[in-house]
Every structure is written in structure tokens, then in C-alpha cells.
């Protein structure tokens, strides 16, 4: 069992930072894969970003990649995930998600996670 707390959501203007944190609980988080989604009002929730249980691979949107980093401290059971130059189109609220997933091919598909955290909003103003 892993339960899952984001923060650091916030209005931002856009161009502008933020950086979010996602706590998990359990000795077990090293051994999970974790991934970051987002779902903004109206639409599907999309994948964002994600990393393997070492931190040795990331993974990441073409619509994020170069701006966002994902990354991992697991002696703190914490991933984080840092969001540059933001856009409007980034507004959503933020999901982070943890499950053991072998096949780096799954971290993309929201439904191979089966732990979740609450979410966090990110607001990008133009």
C-alpha cells in the first residue's frame, strides 16, 4: 500500500517556475516506478512525465520535454517534478502516480498506476 501527497501547486505567470513535490508513504516507494499526469478542465488526463524505481531512466510528453524535469530522492520517499517556462496550456491539476511497472513502454497509460494522489493545481496566467 503507497499513499500519495503532492504539493507546490500555485498561479504562475507564464514563462515563470514551479516545482512540484509528490510524498509517498511505505519503505517500499524505491521499488516503485512513479509518474506524473495532469488533467485539465473538460479533458482526459494525460501523461506528463515518469521515472523508474533507480531514477536511471525518465521519461517525458512531447508537449513538456525540455521544460519539465522529473526526478527522485528515495531516501526521502519523495519525487519531484520541476516545470520551466510555463505555458497557459499547462494549467491543469497535477497528479502524481506510483506502481511497479516493468515495461518503461506502460509508464505512459494512466490505468497501469494503481496508486494516486490527491492532485495538486497548477494555474499559468498569460
Known amino acids: 500500500q503507497v499513499q500519495l501527497v503532492e504539493s507546490g501547486g500555485g498561479l504562475v505567470q507564464a514563462g515563470g517556475s514551479l516545482i512540484l513535490s509528490c510524498a509517498a508513504s511505505?519503505?517500499?516507494?524505491?521499488?516503485?516506478?512513479m509518474g506524473w499526469f495532469r488533467q485539465a478542465p473538460g479533458k482526459e488526463r494525460e501523461f506528463v512525465a515518469a521515472?523508474?524505481?533507480?531514477?536511471?531512466?525518465?521519461y517525458y510528453a512531447h508537449s513538456v520535454k525540455g521544460r519539465f524535469t522529473i526526478s527522485r530522492d528515495n531516501a526521502k520517499n519523495t519525487v519531484y517534478l520541476q516545470m520551466n517556462s510555463l505555458k497557459p496550456e499547462d494549467t491543469a491539476i497535477y497528479y502524481c502516480?506510483?506502481?511497479?511497472?516493468?515495461?518503461?513502454?506502460?509508464?505512459?497509460?494512466?490505468?497501469?498506476?494503481?496508486?494516486w494522489g490527491q492532485g495538486t493545481q497548477v494555474t499559468v496566467s498569460s
Open positions: 502516480a506510483a506502481d511497479r511497472i516493468k515495461d518503461y513502454s506502460d509508464y505512459a497509460d494512466p490505468f497501469e498506476y494503481e496508486y
Open positions: 511505505g519503505r517500499t516507494f524505491s521499488s516503485y516506478a
Open positions: 521515472i523508474s524505481w533507480s531514477g536511471g531512466n525518465t
